[in-house]
């Protein structure tokens, strides 16, 4: 079964500042890949959907940008965080084979101060 | 309307109970349906996934579908002060590129 990392796991950055949080998956090629943000007590919102290797689906106009360099390495990145980034970011993974379930990484926790 | 709405609760169940958490969803086309678990603090972890019409059971949980009334429910029998936590539905479809989720129904299990 495929496992998902998420780096770091906790961050407290600046206004202003710049953002890279890293999902890497392991025991699945070619999967979909997912940004999801979920801000404190909300449900999740979908931020970047990837098909493949530099394939990259933006589904709400941000401050955010998302790339994909590796099949199994999926990058969020910001030049410069608002205070309403702050939130827990998630990365989500589809296995082709696998009827759509969706299986999350352990997610990022962003303070943005 | 949402496409998948949840009562945000929170459902209150005592121990040994059965709880009983339900979601409806819009989009009469969706194939595909999940439940996820989350603990405060943690990501969600899939628990029952269902995509024919009926029950399926597994261990404590058992998922029902009924796409005709387009809603999808998951019950816990036995309840366990463990299982307090927000349960997230999701569904799928054709042409969907992800899942759309629900905002979750917390659930208070108490001892």
């Known amino acids: 079964s495929q496992t998902i990392h998420q780096w770091p796991a906790t961050l407290v950055q600046p206004v202003g500042s710049p953002l890279s949080l890293e999902c890497t998956v392991e025991?699945?090629?070619?999967?979909?890949l997912y940004w999801y943000r979920q801000a404190a007590g909300r449900g999740l919102q979908l931020l970047f959907y990837?098909?493949?290797?530099?394939?990259i689906s933006s589904e709400v106009p941000q401050n955010l940008s998302a790339s994909r360099p590796q099949d199994r390495q999926f990058i969020l990145s910001s030049k410069k965080l608002l205070l309403s980034d702050s939130g827990f970011y998630l990365c989500?993974?589809?296995?082709?084979?696998?009827?759509?379930?969706?299986?999350f990484g352990p997610g990022t926790r962003l303070l943005v101060l | 309307q949402k496409e998948v709405e949840q009562n945000s609760g929170p459902l209150s169940v005592p121990e040994g109970a059965i709880a009983s958490l339900n979601c409806t969803y819009s989009?009469?086309?969706?194939?595909?349906f999940f439940w996820y678990r989350q603990y405060s603090g943690k990501s969600p972890e899939l628990i029952m996934s269902?995509?024919?019409?009926g029950d399926k059971e597994d261990g404590r949980f058992t998922a029902q579908l009924n796409k005709a009334s387009q809603y999808v429910s998951l019950l816990i029998r036995d309840s366990q002060p463990s299982d307090s936590a927000t349960y997230l539905c999701?569904?799928?479809?054709?042409?969907?590129?992800?899942?759309?989720f629900g905002s979750g129904t917390r659930l208070q299990v108490q001892p």
């Open positions: 990837s098909v493949g290797i530099g394939q």
């Open positions: 989500a993974c589809v296995k082709m084979d696998s009827k759509e379930t969706q299986y």
């Open positions: 999701a569904v799928n479809g054709p042409g969907r590129r992800a899942l759309t």
């Open positions: 269902i995509y024919s019409n």
């Open positions: 989009d009469r086309v969706s194939q595909s």
């Open positions: 025991g699945t090629s070619n999967p979909n």
